[in-house]
């Protein structure tokens, strides 16, 4: 929930014009959406199989060429690692990225990635596309590596995915209520009524960055 008085509703509607009502309704839609892309991210991350996991250097190796050159080679990691969920599952392929921080600025250096984020969200959000397959940023490292990728697969089906969300009850935002023993204070609240769950984790990969002794 998120509360505010009388006097700083009319401050901001006089100063900035500004509809605090408004805002508070939107700073709780953005935060609860966080939370769900925070706990779904998490269920991913802990649900690798064994065996699904890759790794790729940054750093170039010695007499191997340019770092443009050697950087090319995460497109073939990245090949490599979605060949793992055919070995785990028998089937599919990586179609969506989550990735951190890190991992996402080296993508946009790569041919074949197209940005469409609009720079101006909060949170995970889709960055872009590369070669088909959907990117998503995780901005903050406690909720993913910096230098994480998560590859997954989301099949025709409904059910044929390595996470559920299930909503019994959709994002719901209050009216605003006045605050008990303050009827100078006001209130609105969120809420949402909803499963998470990890459905086929076969159909999770991870591909680790590491940087060692990296440089530009």
């Not at 009502?21 to 199989?49: F, G, K, Y």
Request: net charge negative; hydrophobic share 45%; proline share 5%.
């Amino acid at each position: 929930k998120a509360t505010f008085g009388m006097a700083e509703s009319y401050m901001l509607r006089k100063r900035l014009n500004v509809n605090i009502n408004d805002e508070v309704a939107r700073d709780l839609t953005v935060s609860i959406n966080n939370e769900i892309c925070n706990t779904a991210i998490s269920m991913l991350v802990n649900n690798v199989p064994g065996g699904s996991t890759n790794t790729w250097e940054r750093t170039a190796p010695t007499g191997g060429g340019s770092y443009f050159e050697h950087k090319l080679t995460l497109l073939d990691a990245m090949a490599d690692t979605a060949a793992l969920m055919v070995k785990a599952a028998g089937r599919g392929t990586v179609n969506c990225w989550v990735v951190g921080r890190v991992a996402a600025a080296i993508l946009s250096t790569l041919p074949g990635f197209t940005k469409v984020f609009d720079d101006n969200s909060f949170g995970p959000h889709i960055y872009g596309s590369i070669n088909g397959m959907v990117v998503v940023r995780v901005p903050f490292s406690s909720v993913l590596s910096d230098t994480a990728m998560i590859g997954i697969y989301k099949g025709a089906g409904n059910f044929e995915a390595p996470l559920i969300y299930s909503p019994y009850m959709p994002l719901v935002v209050t009216d605003t209520l006045p605050m008990a023993y303050n009827p100078l204070q006001q209130q609105r609240a969120a809420a949402v009524w909803a499963g998470l769950d990890p459905m086929i984790t076969n159909f999770i990969v991870s591909l680790d960055i590491t940087q060692t002794d990296f440089a530009y």
